[in-house]
């Protein structure tokens, strides 16, 4: 038996040091690494997006052609935010993976849920975060175009973004309803209860695909800053109770570690 083929268990000092329950081990740096992917790159989009150029906030939906046609030519910069969003959109794969692998787990219909969950980010979430970022690299291309064709592709960007609310309603309502089924097994109560409140909220933005000023237009209060922090405060209460699924997988002092073998086929 070789070093590799020994997994020590940490004792309770360590542990207390160690309250996420992370441990370096096979069975579950893979998932750590996935955990945190997602939300360290989408930090930077966000530093970005904000200081970078001036899609965000968003540019208000009532700005003439000419002024929307002069925001893209105002700054060569405006790509820098562009390209690290393309590569966000791919960054957040491993965590939505980890979540469709932790509510496959759960004993009640975790299988249905879990596809369904899957079936509502490859068919709507992952082809319109793809179509905006192909959309603004259409504007950032050839700034000097026809201002009412810059303001037409604009005008498209920012209702992508509003388009995607019904994908994250279904996400929210599906992980909600998997939770509750199941008696908060695997991903806690308190969750479900917070992806409730997220699903209930996103309806909020749907007057923004007629208002053009006020709380409700793109850029408004209710519409796009509500909106940040309603997803914010999702995706840390996503990673938090993924983490403690993870540090729940490990086992007590004093247990040995499951076989890396048996933990895959968990998550098979």
């Not at 939906?61 to 966000?88: D, H, N, Q, W």
């Not at 959109?89 to 369904?116: E, H, V």
Request: aromatic share 12%; hydrophobic share 50%; charged share 10%.
């Amino acid at each position: 038996m070789t070093a590799l083929d020994t997994v020590s268990v940490p004792g309770p000092r360590e542990r207390r040091n160690d309250p996420f329950g992370f441990r370096p081990t096979r069975r579950t740096l893979d998932q750590w690494v996935c955990l945190w992917m997602y939300p360290a790159t989408l930090t930077i989009l966000t530093l970005a997006m904000f200081t970078i150029g001036p899609l965000m906030p968003p540019i208000a939906p009532s700005k003439s052609p000419e002024e929307v046609a002069e925001v893209y030519r105002g700054t060569s910069l405006i790509p820098i935010p562009i390209v690290i969003l393309l590569f966000v959109n791919g960054a957040q794969l491993p965590l939505q993976g980890l979540a469709i692998a932790f509510i496959r787990k759960m004993p009640r219909s975790g299988k249905l849920f879990g596809n369904i969950y899957l079936g509502v980010y490859s068919a709507v979430m992952l082809p319109t975060t793809g179509t905006l970022t192909a959309f603004w690299g259409v504007l950032v291309l050839r700034p000097d175009r026809d201002p009412a064709a810059t303001q037409m592709l604009n005008d498209l960007c920012y209702l992508i973004m509003i388009a995607v609310v019904s994908g994250f309603l279904i996400q929210y309502a599906i992980i909600a309803i998997a939770i509750f089924v199941n008696g908060g097994k695997v991903l806690p109560l308190w969750f479900g209860y917070v992806s409730v409140w997220a699903a209930v909220s996103e309806l909020l933005f749907l007057p923004a695909f007629v208002w053009r000023t006020g709380p409700f237009a793109w850029n408004g209060l209710l519409d796009f800053w509500l909106g940040i922090i309603i997803f914010g405060v999702w995706m840390v209460g996503l990673v938090l109770a993924i983490g403690g699924a993870i540090k729940d997988s490990v086992p007590p002092t004093g247990q040995p570690d499951v076989p890396d073998d048996a933990a895959a086929g968990a998550f098979g």
